[in-house]
């Protein structure tokens, strides 16, 4: 292959669709790690991202005021020592502090190891402002795209249908019994299948890929009204935001049940009732009065963990199965 290759690549469709996810995805996490002072555990996921493992085993040891900190140095006088200080800090590989980069300034910056990603096409660039040139490429994010694309004709038809059958699963629909046959198909794969896998959720669906990958995967009640009700808004949105993001540090949630009072949709404008009534008509949506009764029962009868800001005070259950719910929001 050579850079014509390559050009042509970039000209398919797929791989337009997919540099729009990606510069999306990119431009919304670059938002979150310029503003520092506003990061919680959520928006660091979506930083892990881009960082890789690296990232977030090391960052995670620490606490999120250090990282805070040392990002607000950096924004006030970017510099190569004030970029250091912060691998220093946290012992990160060079290839770590170089995403870092990249996801700061995707202008200046090209992402880590851009060659090695590249080797597929038979191509090397001793300075990746050659590629932005050469590619007319709009910022260093175009190259991103490119490293992270897997074009069509590199995947089998088998690996097609499981990925297909991977993004399927619906914590609040899918039988558990289908969810273990779709991992075991997938933990069947040798590891080159599974990296291209894994590329295409880590583009389309980080709540699909720790599915796939964290072996601790627990049931989850969420209290949907307390959800929709959040911070006194009464936004369905939260509700939505929340269930594609039923994940936390080396946890992920599987099947979920939503538990509504019956009198939720009166908390709603007609569009929010619209997207209520099209949400509940999955298998694992119920609505009853008082809602905690039901969220308590089925928790403790399935050990399912727990997501709500009520205290559940007037019931006796385990209080480590229960999760704020701001920690599956970007709030």
């Known amino acids: 292959m050579s850079i014509q290759r390559i050009i042509a690549v970039i000209s398919e469709d797929d791989f ?37 493992y690296d990232g977030e085993k090391k960052i995670n040891k620490h606490h999120l005021n250090d990282f805070q900190f040392l990002i607000m140095h950096i924004l006030k006088k970017s510099s190569e020592n004030r970029f250091n200080d912060l691998k220093k800090y946290f012992n990160l590989k060079d290839e770590t502090l170089d995403n870092l980069k990249f996801l700061m300034y995707p202008d200046k910056f090209a992402p880590a190891e851009y060659n090695k990603k590249l080797e597929k096409y038979g191509v090397e660039f001793f300075n ?13 994010i175009d190259l991103y795209a490119l490293m992270t694309y897997v074009p069509l004709n590199d995947k089998s038809p088998l690996i097609q ?97 939503v538990v509504f009072d019956k009198n939720i949709e009166y908390f709603l404008n007609e569009e929010g009732k619209e997207i209520l009534n099209s949400f509940s008509r999955r298998k694992r949506i119920f ?8 969220i308590i029962k089925i928790s403790k009868e399935k050990k399912y ?27």
């Open 128 to 140: 990746p402002s050659l590629i932005v040139k050469k590619l007319k490429f709009k910022d260093y």
């Open 287 to 294: 609505y009853n009065s008082p809602a905690d009764d039901l």
């Open 161 to 257: 249908k499981i990925l297909d059958e991977i993004l399927s699963l619906n914590p609040f629909d899918t039988k558990i019994s289908y969810f273990k046959r779709v991992k075991f198909l997938y933990e069947s794969l040798n590891n080159y299948e599974k990296q291209i896998i894994d590329l295409q959720l880590k583009n389309i669906s980080f709540y699909h890929l720790k599915l796939m990958n964290l072996k601790n995967v627990s049931g989850i009640v969420i209290d949907g009204s307390n959800v929709i009700r959040y911070d006194n808004q009464n936004n369905i949105n939260f509700l939505l935001e929340l269930s594609e993001s039923l994940f936390l540090d080396e946890k992920v949630f599987f099947p979920a049940v």
């Open 16 to 52: 337009k669709n997919h540099l729009l996810k990606v510069r999306k995805t990119i431009i919304s996490t670059r938002k979150f790690i310029l503003d520092p002072k506003n990061l919680n555990d959520r928006r660091m996921f979506y930083i892990f991202r881009v960082l890789g």
């Open 305 to 331: 963990y727990i997501i709500s800001n009520d205290k559940f005070t007037d019931y006796e259950f385990d209080k480590e199965k229960l999760f704020e719910i701001r920690r599956f929001l970007n709030v």
